[in-house]
């Protein structure tokens, strides 16, 4: 079963969400903004990517640059800890859409980053 981590109001998350349907697989759509992702599902989501917690932070968002951005420009180096507690209070500053297949996962952007982790 392929999941994938969706927002609605993103183009690139529901054109991921248009690849999968016309898929042959098995795929879930999870609109994590309903139902929120916590620190451990983060850190596992993490792990499959390959990736540092930063790297999954949208750093464009409007809630990032509101409120965490003046910080990280004055030098104020945020822990993965901290960065992990951020996007579990704020899901918006997530990197979206996150697809995963098995123990493959990638964030589908461009979407056609998916076909990196569905078979044809």
Request: proline share 6%; charged share 35%; net charge negative.
């Amino acid at each position: 079963m392929i999941v994938i981590y969706h927002n609605p109001d993103s183009p690139n998350s529901n054109k991921c969400l248009e690849i999968l349907e016309t898929s042959k697989h098995d795929q879930e759509a999870i609109k994590y903004q309903d139902k929120p992702l916590d620190k451990i599902k983060l850190q596992k989501i993490i792990k499959l990517l390959k990736i540092n917690p930063e790297e999954l932070i949208r750093k464009e968002s409007k809630v990032w640059k509101e409120n965490f951005d003046h910080l990280h420009q004055d030098n104020h180096k945020f822990n993965n800890e901290e960065l992990l507690d951020l996007m579990v209070e704020y899901q918006e500053i997530i990197e979206r859409p996150i697809i995963i297949n098995g123990e493959k996962a990638v964030i589908g952007k461009p979407a056609k980053r998916i076909f990196d982790i569905i078979p044809d």
